[in-house]
């Protein structure tokens, strides 16, 4: 294998990557589907490689402890059926959030593969208040999925980092494909480069001023 290649792999959601280490080279098939251990369960994922220093984030909340075996053709018609299951208890998370009349919005669902556990990932509407009680809810859900449920609370840096999407220039978002962390950007830096602060030019689709107006700040 080329020096300058590092051998990662990519999980099945959120363009999450955990890099390789200790392999010996003729054991790596890269482009093949793994079933690996996390420090949150059994994963699914693809062994990637990308050149060194490339400057995509690796997976800051998720942290691969070892690669158990190469994906059968039943692991990968599994995987196929996750997403299907994930949609599906979507609009069941959403269904009962307004049952309860939470102060939430439910953004994405995530299984691990062996369905065991479920990621809840949302967002509170009520800015500046205490966090709501979510724990006859996230009974009801476990209960509904037949599954472990962690909630976790997400910004809207958060959620465009992990869900991607496309910036007004028509790439994909910086965070969410090469930057490591946002940067801090603010309305001086924007003023000092001639432009108007107007939430359609200089933000985000999260909503804060866009990471590359620090780019050329100071140039």
């Not at 990557?17 to 994963?43: A, L, M």
Request: net charge positive; aromatic share 8%.
């Amino acid at each position: 294998m080329s020096e300058h290649l590092k051998l990662g792999i990519k999980l099945r959601k959120y363009n999450r990557v955990c890099p390789i280490t200790g392999y010996k080279e003729e054991t790596i098939k890269v482009g093949s589907p793994v079933i690996v251990q996390t420090d949150r369960g059994i994963e699914y994922g693809e062994i990637i490689s990308f050149a060194r220093g490339f400057p995509r984030t690796l997976s800051s909340d998720v942290r691969l402890k070892k690669v158990v075996r190469y994906a059968t053709a039943e692991d990968v018609e599994k995987e196929r059926s996750i997403e299907a299951m994930e949609s599906k208890s979507y609009v069941t998370a959403v269904e009962k959030a307004n049952e309860y009349e939470l102060p939430i919005r439910v953004i994405n669902i995530e299984y691990l593969f062996d369905t065991s556990r479920a990621i809840v990932y949302y967002r509170s509407t009520d800015k500046g208040k205490a966090a709501p009680n979510l724990r006859d809810y996230s009974r009801e859900l476990a209960t509904a999925f037949s599954a472990r449920v962690d909630l976790r609370q997400i910004s809207p840096r958060d959620e465009a980092k992990l869900f991607g999407g496309m910036g007004i220039c028509g790439r994909g978002l910086c965070c969410a494909t090469w930057l490591e962390k946002p940067k801090h950007v603010t309305v001086k830096m924007a003023k000092e480069q001639g432009l108007s602060i107007s939430p359609g030019k200089t933000a985000g689709v999260c909503g804060r001023l866009m990471c590359c107006l620090e780019y050329e700040h100071g140039k």
